[in-house]
């Protein structure tokens, strides 16, 4: 089914976390701190990890920031309710998606099932609707055999879920795509008050493709429908 970490500094959390993941058929390895989550991620093979937010010495935000440096391996934060800004934080350094506590285990167990797919789907040769595998708009070119994009000739560092948003965007240019079809599209999953996800990625995806993030020219708004990128 696939290894997944789990890491907070609670070690009851921990042990509920591994009983749910266990249950579903998962391989769980534990941590419980950010220093030795990104040993256990650099050590290799963990498919996902579950991430506390609030740790004593290397918090979750610093340790994700560690783990981007050498992996793409999907991260889901585990923050405690009321930390909005986190939220956004954490999305903002690469973050797949977070679950709130206290967390229900159907929900937990939902998301992280869409994250591994999600990732596995893109470890994979994807079929295209270009036989060459090669997206292209404006100065923005994806290669979708490997998984590389590229903007005026320079590579571009994409998390997984920043390029299959970039990669909805190209494939339904000058189409209005509302949060919840992006969501929908991306996450493979029934979206439900995800506006607030969407819109976080959306807008790091923009740092890193948009000369001028604030005045886009690839992903524009639609103001009360949603985001478009123009033909």
């Known amino acids: 089914m696939g290894k997944i970490l789990v890491c907070d500094d609670e070690k009851d959390i921990v042990s509920a976390l591994k009983i749910y993941l266990n249950s579903d058929g998962y391989e769980v390895v534990c941590a419980y701190n950010g220093m030795e989550a990104c040993e256990k991620v650099k050590d290799g093979d963990i498919d996902l990890v579950l991430l506390d937010i609030m740790m004593p010495g290397m918090d979750g935000v610093t340790a994700l920031s560690r783990i981007r440096e050498m992996s793409n391996v999907p991260v889901i934060f585990l923050t405690a309710k009321g930390e909005d800004t986190d939220k956004v934080l954490g999305l903002n350094i690469g973050a797949d998606d977070y ?72 494939k339904n240019k000058g189409k209005v795509l509302s949060p919840k079809q992006i969501y929908k599209d991306v996450w493979h999953e029934d979206p439900y008050g995800t506006e607030n996800t969407v819109a976080v990625h959306i807008r790091h995806l923009r740092e890193k493709i948009e000369i001028d993030p604030a005045n886009p020219r690839y992903i524009k708004v639609v103001w009360g429908y949603g985001y478009m990128m123009e033909e």
């Open 99 to 170: 679950v709130t506590k206290p967390f229900n285990p159907v929900e937990l167990l939902a998301r992280v099932r869409s994250q591994l797919r999600r990732y596995k789907m893109l470890g994979s040769a994807v079929s295209s609707s270009e036989d060459s595998g090669i997206y292209r708009h404006g100065g923005i070119e994806l290669d979708d055999n490997i998984k590389k994009a590229t903007v005026d000739g320079e590579d571009v560092n994409l998390t997984k879920t920043e390029y299959e948003i970039l990669l909805c965007f190209i």
